[in-house]
């Protein structure tokens, strides 16, 4: 916890160090596309046990011969405001979890069985942060660092798995198993820094930036979780339900967060 710390209050004061006497009067405004890493996981509320859900399912498909494709993406569109020496702005997000699993074939371990798996989780979150932050320039490199306050939206996530395994000659179901869930939805609030840097070209940045927050983060709504087991051969079908209630809230870090950005002044 005490290097997190180190970090986040460092970056705070190297952006005192670039202050100086502002000369300039005229204000340019510039508006970019911002493409992050995408954020997988919730700030500290994500609680594998609490749905029965693991991320192992979308990525360890049965004796790893499972297929995961992750259509996963994270872009911003950033507005900023600036002199020489300064400058605000706002960013607006959209972070898409979008990531499937398929796995078919025989059964190693058997060989006279095959199995049939496929899983998903999809979620959508969306980002507000305004921010300030101070300019130095250099020839056509400019160097930023600033202060933002993040607010998150995560919507709630749709997961499903489901595994089947039969007789691999005649192609019959002997059991099956299959996880519903709807994850809960949650909002976080922090305080955080940005640096980066920009290569300007004619009217034209590009450039990459890191960002980093100490937040506040809170469920919203409950979590729902639902198993069914058939055993064909016996006819038996087995089900659970399971609610678990939103009343979470915790103070933690996020991650460090790399961007690439693009934008055009005027």
Same mark, same amino acid.
Request: net charge neutral; aromatic share 16%.
């Given at each position: 916890m005490?290097?997190?710390?180190?970090?986040?209050?460092?970056?705070l004061?190297c952006?005192?160090?670039?202050?100086?006497?502002?000369?300039?009067?005229?204000?340019?405004?510039?508006?970019?596309?911002?493409?992050?890493?995408?954020?997988?996981?919730?700030?500290?509320?994500?609680?594998?046990?609490?749905?029965?859900?693991?991320?192992?399912?979308?990525?360890?498909?049965?004796?790893?011969?499972?297929?995961?494709?992750?259509l996963?993406?994270a872009?911003?569109?950033?507005?900023?405001?600036?002199?020489?020496?300064?400058?605000?702005?706002?960013?607006?997000?959209?972070?898409?979890?979008?990531?499937? @699993?398929?796995?078919?074939?025989?059964?190693?371990?058997?060989?006279?069985?095959?199995?049939?798996?496929?899983?998903?989780?999809?979620?959508?979150?969306?980002?507000?942060?305004?921010?300030?932050?101070?300019?130095?320039?250099?020839?056509?490199?400019?160097?930023?660092?600033? @202060?933002?306050?993040?607010?998150? +939206? !995560?919507?709630?996530?749709?997961?499903?798995? !489901?595994?089947?395994?039969g007789?691999?000659?005649?192609?019959?179901?002997?059991?099956?198993?299959?996880?519903?869930?709807?994850?809960?939805?949650?909002?976080?609030?922090?305080?955080?820094?940005?640096?980066?840097?920009?290569?300007? @070209?004619?009217?034209?940045?590009?450039?990459g930036?890191?960002? !980093?927050?100490?937040? +506040?983060?809170?469920?919203?709504?409950?979590?729902?979780?639902?198993?069914?087991?058939?055993?064909?051969?016996?006819?038996?079908?087995?089900?659970?339900? @399971?609610?678990?209630?939103?009343?979470?809230?915790?103070?933690?870090?996020?991650?460090?967060?790399?961007?690439?950005?693009?934008?055009?002044?005027?």
């Amino acid at each position: 916890m005490k290097k997190h710390f180190f970090f986040f209050f460092s970056l705070l004061s190297c952006s005192f160090c670039f202050s100086q006497n502002a000369t300039a009067i005229d204000y340019k405004w510039g508006i970019g596309l911002q493409i992050n890493q995408v954020e997988k996981r919730i700030p500290i509320l994500e609680d594998e046990s609490a749905t029965g859900w693991d991320d192992g399912y979308l990525y360890n498909g049965s004796n790893h011969r499972g297929k995961t494709t992750n259509l996963s993406f994270a872009l911003g569109l950033v507005a900023v405001k600036m002199n020489e020496q300064n400058m605000c702005r706002i960013r607006f997000g959209v972070d898409r979890i979008d990531i499937k @699993l398929n796995c078919k074939g025989p059964d190693a371990s058997s060989g006279t069985s095959f199995i049939n798996e496929t899983a998903f989780k999809r979620r959508t979150d969306y980002l507000f942060s305004p921010g300030w932050g101070l300019i130095l320039n250099k020839d056509r490199i400019n160097f930023y660092v600033g @202060l933002e306050v993040p607010i998150r +939206y !995560y919507s709630a996530a749709q997961l499903h798995y !489901y595994y089947e395994t039969g007789d691999l000659v005649t192609g019959v179901v002997d059991w099956s198993n299959e996880i519903l869930a709807k994850n809960f939805s949650a909002f976080s609030l922090g305080i955080g820094n940005f640096v980066g840097f920009n290569y300007e @070209l004619k009217q034209w940045r590009f450039g990459g930036e890191l960002s !980093y927050a100490f937040t +506040y983060s809170r469920r919203l709504s409950k979590s729902t979780f639902d198993v069914i087991d058939i055993n064909y051969q016996s006819g038996t079908n087995t089900s659970s339900h @399971l609610d678990f209630e939103p009343k979470i809230s915790e103070i933690g870090l996020s991650g460090v967060q790399p961007s690439f950005i693009i934008s055009f002044s005027f």
